[in-house]
T-cell receptor, first 113, second 115 residues
């Protein structure tokens, strides 16, 4: 059973398009995240939701919008894709209390052409 | 300022050698948590260990061991008798009680084990 699953695994699209990445966790965790990993492997947090409420919103272009319909799901929608959006996007979840480890999905490799 | 520093960008060792991956962190919190993650070539991020700031005991799990020293703000990771399957990028991370769910990742150390 996959704990944190995200789809699709690969996403190739053209500049200007709108795309979504879906994430679901079956661990019963309260908190979910989106991370971006660039070509140099640097991991940068984008968003964090706790029980459907946004708690971390780093400096991310407005073209990126997270949506959490329930605490088991956190989707990422990206408008007007740009070349610089090409990266691997990881969904993760963690359980309270603070200090619990992150459990990551397998990542979505987004390529914008 | 970088909260987690992994000064070693790339390391290569020959199989069966021991290797230590360094991690230095910076925090003003008295309560914090340290983590190591492994990212093999297949790309997934695998949780290896968590340590809280009140527990300085070193930990050993098979060929892996971790040395936590608050005096030097370091949380180093040693692989004994390295194997090719250990080839991966390893990330050290910090979470502070004060900032809750914010994780600070180091820039990673790419380890290559040569057969």
């Amino acid at each position: 059973d996959t704990a944190v699953s995200q789809t699709p695994k690969y996403l190739v699209t053209q500049m200007g398009n709108d795309k979504s990445i879906k994430c679901e966790q079956n661990l019963g965790h309260d908190t979910m995240y989106w991370y971006k990993q660039d070509s140099k492997k640097f991991l940068k947090i984008m968003f964090s939701y706790n029980n459907k409420e946004l708690i971390i919103n780093e400096t991310v272009p407005n073209r990126f919008s997270p949506k959490s319909p329930d605490k088991a799901h956190l989707n990422l929608h990206i408008n007007s894709l740009e070349l610089g959006d090409s990266a691997v996007y990881f969904c993760a979840s963690s359980q309270d209390p603070r200090g619990a480890p992150l459990h990551f999905g397998n990542g979505t490799r987004l390529t914008v052409t | 300022a970088q909260k987690v520093t992994q000064a070693q960008t790339e390391i290569s060792v020959v199989e069966k050698e021991d290797v230590t991956l360094d991690c230095v962190y910076e925090t003003r919190d008295t309560t914090y948590y340290l983590f190591w993650y492994k990212q093999p070539p297949s790309g997934e991020l695998v949780f290896l260990i968590r340590r809280n700031s009140f527990d300085e005991q070193n930990e050993i799990s098979g060929r892996y061991s971790w040395n936590f020293q608050k005096s030097t703000s370091s949380f180093n990771f040693t692989i004994t008798a390295s194997q090719v399957v250990d080839s991966a990028v390893y990330f050290c991370a910090l979470s502070e009680a004060r900032t809750g769910n914010q994780f600070y990742f180091g820039t990673g150390t790419s380890l290559t084990v040569i057969p």
